[in-house]
């Protein structure tokens, strides 16, 4: 069962380690645990029917089986870790109903669904939430604003001010202060051993919290930026995020104090329990080692069979052989950027050619040892230019470019704003070899689309990422035209 545990919560890690809004994750372990140890002494029943247990026990290690298959075929997929976290979760029960029956089950209950707040929300809710968060947070922000006697308006996720603007992007939603608000709620709720109406009344409590919160943070950077700059206000922005969410805890806190009248419950009385067998604890642990090896032997001949690692990144940019009339500038990366992406190498260049056409281009690179977030897999212009104000003008589409004898397939999103129309290109490859994923948001592929895939290869990690931003001619014999000039006057091939 710990094996079982270490090995979903390491999977687990790497998701807590890439995105910042699942830090919370490396405390829910021990927070779980010691929830279980409180709630271990009470009343005992340690008689289950062999049958029902062996049934259980059974279906847990084919779960944790499957899971220990997606880690090696799709890892980024958050559906993976799900299911290591319900294996895992399975043999426990397992394990518990063979010590004390159900009276133990029972109270073992919110410690496991506890457990369960270190997995990362599936990503089209996660997508779905921060929209909409987003939305939210600029729209209050934005009128707040205007009631103060500053004039503002809302582009988007964006609010413009007289002389800048101030962007409320994924990780200003409130997405991370939710969640972290949640996890505390629920850990409160059994800390001070509340009764089912108090701990909703509880989590109501942080996320309403979160969200007002979020928007004060929001509304105070709004109003720095207005009287001393973006820049000032780039600067306080870790300090007032930060001192907002100590604040919001500090008053969960109060709110769970209130509801338990001062009061914690004393722990019940220890009953005796029976311990598992020896001898079905070594074949249990033998059957998940021999899975594990058999899953890594498997993957591992199939790449060496079939699937070749490929030579690295293809390709990069570069104003070095820019043709006379043209000009450059480089483009540095936000931090907000390199939170969410976690690349290992950025490229970034404004280029206007001599009609005065301005394209931004953008080169990601993730090194073969960085773990990238499930995120960028998903995280397309579809879903990330609404944000800023632009509205998708049409349905996305395939447009293949030809540079230096290579063909290069992107996903084209043609959008507008304000009557600028604006055309957004992104290519995936996987060391050096295109990969097309997906096209917008609605074509996220399904859950059994994904495990027919386990048959066939691995999917393979993205390595480099090309986004290309240039105002769009509308045709697409036109489009095509630009998006090459641009592309050929600026990307080099890598030496492989």
């Not at 997606?70 to 043999?91: E, K, N, V």
């Not at 104003?319 to 992406?341: C, F, I, N, Q, Y």
């Not at 994904?450 to 480099?464: F, H, K, M, N």
Request: glycine share 8%.
């Amino acid at each position: 069962m710990l094996l079982a545990w270490l090995l979903t919560w390491w999977h687990l890690s790497t998701e807590w380690n890439a995105d910042e809004q699942y830090r919370y994750g490396f405390g829910v372990p021990m927070l779980a645990a010691w929830m279980m140890r409180r709630r271990f002494p009470g009343p005992m029943n340690p008689s289950p029917p062999r049958l029902a247990w062996l049934g259980l026990t059974a279906m847990a290690l084919l779960t944790l089986a499957l899971g220990g298959t997606l880690t090696w075929h799709d890892p980024l997929w958050r559906f993976t870790g799900a299911t290591l976290q319900i294996g895992a979760t399975l043999l426990t029960i397992a394990w518990l109903l063979r010590r004390g029956g159900m009276p133990l089950v029972r109270r073992q209950a919110f410690p496991l669904l506890f457990a369960a707040l270190a997995v990362p929300w599936p990503m089209p809710v996660e997508l779905w939430t921060i929209h909409h968060l987003a939305a939210a947070v600029t729209d209050v922000a934005t009128s707040a604003a205007n009631l103060l006697g500053i004039a503002a308006m809302q582009h988007g996720n964006t609010i413009e001010l007289a002389a800048c603007t101030v962007g409320v992007d994924d990780a200003c939603s409130g997405i991370q202060s939710l969640q972290a608000m949640l996890m505390t709620s629920f850990f409160l709720g059994e800390f001070f051993l509340l009764r089912a109406p108090s701990r909703i009344s509880l989590i109501l409590s942080g996320a309403a919290l979160s969200f007002i919160i979020n928007n004060v943070r929001v509304l105070a950077l709004t109003m720095l930026a207005h009287s001393q700059g973006h820049a000032s206000a780039m600067e306080w922005h870790d300090f007032i995020g930060g001192t907002a969410t100590l604040c919001g805890l500090a008053l969960l806190l109060g709110i769970a104090v209130l509801l338990s009248r001062g009061r914690i419950a004393t722990l019940a009385p220890a009953s005796e329990s029976i311990p598992v067998p020896m001898p079905e604890g070594v074949a249990i642990l033998m059957i998940l080692s021999a899975t594990s090896l058999a899953t890594h032997g498997w993957f591992s001949s199939f790449q060496k069979g079939g699937s070749p690692t490929g030579n690295g990144p293809a390709w990069k940019i570069s104003a070095d052989r820019l043709p006379p009339g043209w000009a450059a500038e480089s483009v540095a990366p936000t931090k907000a950027a390199h939170v969410m992406l976690r690349f290992t190498e950025w490229q970034s260049l404004k280029v206007r050619n001599p009609d005065g056409i301005v394209a931004h281009f953008i080169r990601l690179a993730w090194s073969a040892s960085a773990r990238m977030p499930a995120f960028v897999t998903n995280h397309t212009p579809a879903v990330c230019m609404p944000s800023a104000g632009w509205t998708q003008a049409g349905t996305p589409f395939l447009l293949t470019l030809k540079i230096h004898g290579d063909q290069i397939p992107c996903g084209a999103f043609p959008f507008i704003r304000n009557g600028t129309r604006l055309l957004a290109l992104q290519s995936l490859s996987a060391n050096g070899r295109p990969e097309l994923r997906l096209m917008d948001p609605s074509q996220i592929p399904g859950t059994y689309s994904r495990l027919a895939r386990l048959w066939q290869e691995p999917l393979r990690q993205i390595t480099e990422e090309l986004l290309i931003y240039i105002p769009d001619p509308g045709n697409a014999e036109a489009r095509t035209k630009v998006a090459a000039e641009f592309l050929g006057a600026i990307l080099v091939p890598q030496k492989r």
